[in-house]
């Protein structure tokens, strides 16, 4: 097999396996995120958004499938969090490493790759690549000799497995926990609600200002207890009512009746103005009767 063209097969296997790491990596770390999201109620952080709140308890109008607004929410910002998570994970790594002084991971190619998966091609096949083109008779002999032991290599064995593997456990086991939790419905007992309530809203509310002068002028002017009555034996004390007394607007609501003659023996509305009568001509009752009359037999 031609080394260059085995390259090139190798390098386009190596990139499809690892978009399908990166592809396993954000969903394992989107359902850990949505399961912590849904443990502890952040869906409720919606309530709290002005622009958010609108729209909580509604769905949009898809047909043969019902979603929450909120969940669309949540749902969007878990992938825009696990996708920034990736991204700097794959940058800080080296960062991270050297934080703990170890050596950081280098990115394989595919020559290296195949190299340390069959150690029979160990340093051998980058050598006969890089001299494949060289008239040398050891060159030839080495790049005859690789080009057969490569076709021995099978793409399959390329496949990181662990790597494959800690991202599917850790989907596997996020699902799980969701499913639990769908249905048996448990979950913390905070929400994002309650914490909320416990900072102030920005109004501090204080008790109003009193002068000290001013609420002793007002509390020796109002009294608040009734007078004692004095109980020494053998004084007469006067306890009957002014004339007058409890006579008030009230009384008139308790059916009191009072003795009213109006002033003209007909009630006020019945009374028309002279001047109405006045303008009008002769013989106007008449029309008025039968345009009532007439009014009267159609209806």
């Known amino acids: 097999m031609d080394l260059e063209v085995f390259t090139r097969k190798i390098d386009s296997v190596i990139r499809r396996y690892r978009t399908v790491y990166d592809l396993l990596e954000f969903l394992a770390i989107a359902f850990v995120i949505l399961l912590i999201a849904v443990f502890f109620n952040l869906g409720d952080i919606f309530k709290l958004i002005s622009w958010t709140e609108p729209y909580v308890g509604l769905s949009p109008d898809i047909p043969f499938f019902t979603v929450n607004y909120e969940t669309i929410f949540l749902f969007f910002i878990v992938c825009l969090v696990s996708l920034l998570i990736l991204e700097l994970t794959e940058k800080n790594v080296k960062r991270i490493y050297k934080l703990f002084k170890r050596e950081p991971p280098k990115r394989q190619k595919s020559q ?157 509305e019945s009374l028309s103005s002279q001047h109405f009568y006045d303008s009008l001509p002769a013989g106007y009752e008449d029309v008025i009767k039968d345009y009532f009359k007439k009014l009267a037999e159609n209806g």
């Open 112 to 268: 290296d790759l195949v190299e340390d998966t069959y150690p029979e091609l160990k340093d051998r096949l980058k050598t006969a690549y890089d001299n494949r083109n060289s008239d040398n008779f050891i060159a030839v002999e080495l790049t005859s000799s690789v080009s057969s032991d490569i076709e021995g290599v099978s793409s399959s064995d390329l496949i990181d497995k662990k790597r494959i593997a800690y991202s599917l456990s850790t989907i596997v086991v996020s699902v799980l926990f969701l499913a639990a939790i769908f249905f048996t419905g448990f979950t913390a007992p905070v929400s994002p609600g309650d914490i909320w309530d416990k900072f102030p809203n920005g109004s501090i509310t204080q008790p109003p200002i009193t002068d000290e002068n001013t609420s002793t002028n007002n509390s020796s002017s109002i009294p608040t207890e009734a007078p004692p009555i004095s109980n020494s034996p053998g004084v007469d004390i006067d306890i009957t009512l002014p004339p007058g007394a409890g006579m008030g607007p009230g009384d008139m609501l308790e059916g009191t009746e009072n003795n009213f003659t109006p002033s003209t023996p007909y009630p006020p």
